[in-house]
Nanobody, 131 residues
Framework: QVQLVESGGGSVQAGGSLRLSCAAS????????MGWFRQAPGKEREGVAVIYTGGGGTYYADSVQGRFTISRDNSKNTLYLQMNSLKPEDTAMYYCAAGRATGGAYCHTVLAGYYYGMDYWGKGTLVTISS
């Protein structure tokens, strides 16, 4: 059974940084879109950043472009999200997800809103940014 376990959330002041990690196990398909999604109270879940494991292409939401960086350590089966210059509006539960994919175009689609197309989800890690 596939498992995605997030860690690294916490509370920081605006302008600070956090690095989220997602340890993945038993991903058996050849290529995936792996990414980070977030959901604030009373809001829809939204895509933050996605990476295509087949070619390493990365995709970011406009709201985090230039501040967040998604990366993957294949040797550790771990996905990361480095978050810098954090803002109060970044406060949310952050989820790691993986979806079987055969190309980067699908990653762009899930980032843009088709998040329910992802096959596996972690339980989330809470990020709180104070002003």
């Amino acid at each position: 059974q596939v498992q995605l376990v997030e860690s690294g959330g916490g509370s920081v002041q605006a302008g600070g940084s956090l690095r989220l990690s997602c340890a993945a196990s038993r991903l058996s398909y050849s290529t995936y879109c792996m990414g980070w999604f977030r959901q604030a109270p009373g809001k829809e879940r939204e895509g933050v950043a996605v990476i295509y494991t087949g070619g390493g292409g990365t995709y970011y939401a406009d709201s985090v472009q230039g501040r967040f960086t998604i990366s993957r350590d294949n040797s550790k089966n771990t996905l990361y999200l480095q978050m810098n210059s954090l803002k109060p509006e970044d406060t949310a539960m952050y989820y790691c997800a993986a979806g079987r994919a055969t190309g980067g175009a699908y990653c762009h689609t899930v980032l843009a809103g088709y998040y329910y197309g992802m096959d596996y989800w972690g339980k989330g890690t809470l990020v709180t940014i104070s002003s």
